[in-house]
């Protein structure tokens, strides 16, 4: 759901238009942040290959969806994050936990359509593999 860390991002800009809420952080450290978040995402695309994730016809379980259950959504939150810290915009952090609601209603849907069809391959993977963190 990308749409909602980018309309986080946009309600973000135009709130800094009419108020500014500055980041006390170096902006370029969310050069850093913006990279993990394209690397994750990038590598889900790789792991997922040909799988369509809106109806997938097997669990992927490789790549970042072996350390995150939801690496899509941890990438595109990193890339928000980094951009809001690029931008010096407190704004964006402060729409994340909206945003991240938003999504996390996103992904329970998501991962009960995924135990419906994957039944105990998702149920195990689920055990071993955090929704948003590594568990180890």
Do not use: C, D
């Amino acid at each position: 759901m990308p749409e909602a860390s980018l309309a986080g991002i946009a309600a973000a800009g135009a709130l800094e238009q009419v108020w500014r809420l500055p980041l006390p952080l170096p902006r370029n450290v969310g050069w850093p942040i913006v990279a993990a978040g394209a690397g994750v995402i990038a590598g889900s695309l790789k792991a997922a290959g040909t799988n369509e994730l809106a109806t997938p016809e097997r669990l992927v379980t490789a790549g970042p969806y072996a350390w995150t259950r939801n690496p899509m959504y941890v990438g595109w939150g990193l890339l928000q994050l980094g951009i809001g810290v690029i931008a010096g915009s407190g704004w964006v952090l402060v729409s994340m936990p909206l945003v991240g609601a938003v999504v996390h209603r996103e992904v329970l849907r998501e991962e009960r359509r995924l135990e419906e069809r994957f039944g105990n391959e998702y149920r195990r993977y689920s055990v071993k593999v955090g929704r948003y963190f590594p568990q180890r």
